[in-house]
């Protein structure tokens, strides 16, 4: 089956930039999306169509490919961006999440 | 706004039969696609189930594919998940969300979730 790999944690410092890899098999061919979790929320998404930036979502989150890697950015990290993040991708008629990624500011 | 509210989770036996219930506003519910997605506690997300803005076109996790049932009433702006022989690994909590205008590419907006405890 189609896997997204996502490593399980990230940390950073606060004001430094994090980045949450997303990678797999013919990934380069679909597009991505980001998704921010916090404790006992609902997914909120960050990033759309691999680059794009829903309405109200801060310009520090941003998104990128290389070959079969997706990268989420965030810049300037704050306190705030402390959650877990998924990538998602559309295989053949089945959506896909990465195991997610816990990101740590400390 | 649009607001996504789900509802009809609960505490069922191993083999029992759930119906969730989504109801959506504040959008063209027909000109949608809509999915269910589930999270088992301390886990991650899991995709379970899409039906098309017209109910043409519907896909299902391996997981619960011939035991889960997705279908919706746009004129009641509303989708449901009919889940039957339920099993452990089926305890989660369950939301619904829409896929983004125009392309089934991303989930733009999610509900708070229905709690579904599958225990003897």
């Known amino acids: 089956s189609y896997d997204l790999t996502q490593p399980s944690s990230v940390s950073v410092s606060p004001g430094q930039t994090a980045t949450i890899t997303c990678s797999a098999d013919?990934?380069?061919?679909?597009?991505v999306c980001w998704y921010q979790q916090k404790p006992g929320q609902s997914p909120l998404l960050v990033i759309y169509?691999?680059?794009k930036r829903p309405s109200g979502i801060p310009e520090r989150f941003s998104g990128s490919t290389s070959g079969n890697t997706a990268s989420l950015t965030i810049s300037g990290t704050q306190t705030m961006d402390e959650a877990d993040y998924y990538c998602?991708?559309?295989?053949?008629?089945?959506?896909?999440f990465g195991g997610g990624t816990k990101l740590t500011v400390l | 706004e649009v607001q996504l509210v789900e509802s009809g989770g609960g505490l069922v036996e191993p083999g029992g039969s759930l119906r969730l219930s989504c109801a959506a506003a504040?959008?063209?519910?027909?000109?949608?696609?809509m999915v269910w997605v589930r999270q088992s506690p301390g886990k991650g997300l899991e995709w379970v189930s899409f039906?098309?803005?017209?109910?043409?076109?519907?896909y299902y996790a391996d997981s619960v594919r011939g035991r889960f049932t997705i279908s919706r009433d746009n004129a009641k702006n509303s989708v449901f998940l009919q889940l039957h022989s339920l099993r452990a690994e089926d305890t989660a909590l369950y939301y619904c969300?829409?896929?983004?205008?125009?392309?089934?590419?991303?989930?733009?907006?999610w509900g708070q979730g229905t709690q579904v405890t599958v225990s003897s």
């Open positions: 013919g990934l380069g061919d679909k597009y």
């Open positions: 969300a829409r896929d983004g205008p125009g392309s089934t590419t991303y989930f733009d907006y």
């Open positions: 998602l991708a559309w295989d053949i008629n089945a959506a896909l």
């Open positions: 039906i098309s803005g017209s109910s043409a076109s519907i």
């Open positions: 169509q691999d680059t």
């Open positions: 504040g959008f063209t519910f027909s000109s949608h696609n």
